[in-house]
């Protein structure tokens, strides 16, 4: 099994998160090693997570959340379509 560099992306948070089963995550390090682009990408997501950190649901407002799910929504459906 082979990756390429749309699907990487797709598991870029699973993997971060230990959620890849060990076959899957051991393809996704087969792609980082060969491919510098998403081995940046994936270096970048490291960095935002630790500079960002994790934000509490429950710190976030009943409005805000709704906007956030709103845009995701429309990303979301928008990279389906294209």
């Known amino acids: ?3 390429n560099c749309r699907e990487m992306v797709e598991l870029v948070t699973d ?3 230990g959620a890849l089963p060990d ?3 051991r393809t ?5 090693e060969e491919c510098p682009w998403c081995g940046r990408y994936l270096e970048q997501m490291k960095v935002t997570l630790h ?3 994790r934000i509490d649901g429950e ?3 009943p409005d805000a959340r709704d906007t956030l ?3 995701f929504r429309d990303w979301d459906a928008q990279r389906r379509t294209s």
């Not at 996704?28 to 980082?32: A, L, T, V």
Request: hydrophobic letters at 45%; proline letters at 0%.
């Open 23 to 25: 076959q899957q995550a």
């Open 69 to 71: 799910m709103h845009a």
């Open 28 to 32: 996704f390090e087969g792609h980082i």
């Open 15 to 17: 993997y971060l998160e």
């Open 51 to 53: 500079t960002v950190g």
């Open 1 to 3: 099994m082979s990756l």
């Open 59 to 61: 710190s976030i407002s």
